[in-house]
């Protein structure tokens, strides 16, 4: 299994961009995708997920409203869309999957702990 993210880039407050995770080994459609992000000195935080069968999505309340999470099944990549970016939306950016979960597990259980796969992470800089 292999997760590829890209997308990441220096942008300025209000800007926009979209981070794309490309997955080998596994379907999109089987697993529960994740996004994370981690700025220095901090640790690791939920942002994004969307489960395997598309049909439910949580996003992180600093996340709320901004960004969302898609996927393409037969692209077989997942997408993470950075809407009004801020300063402190500066991060590396991290995707991830695990094996899909029951609707409540999904729902509530977002540690970085709970994904098995992950990606290397893309750098995402927003100036003010």
Do not use: H
């Not at 292999?2 to 942008?11: C, E, I, K, M, N």
């Not at 596994?26 to 969307?50: C, I, N």
């Not at 999505?57 to 990549?77: H, M, N, P, Q, W």
Request: aromatic share 12%.
């Amino acid at each position: 299994v292999q997760l590829q993210a890209s997308g990441g880039g220096l942008v300025q407050t209000g800007d926009s961009l979209r981070l794309s995770c490309v997955a080998s080994g596994l379907s999109v459609g089987a697993y529960d995708l994740g996004w994370f992000r981690q700025a220095p000195g901090k640790e690791r935080e939920f942002v994004a997920a969307r489960n395997y069968n598309g049909q439910s999505t949580v996003i992180a309340d600093s996340a709320k409203g901004r960004f969302t999470i898609s996927k393409e099944y037969l692209k077989s990549t997942f997408y993470l869309q950075m809407n009004s970016l801020k300063p402190e939306d500066t991060a590396v950016y991290f995707c991830a999957a695990t094996p899909r979960r029951i609707s409540s597990v999904f729902k509530s259980d977002n540690l970085p702990t709970s994904y098995k796969y992950w990606g290397q992470g893309t750098q995402v800089t927003v100036s003010s």
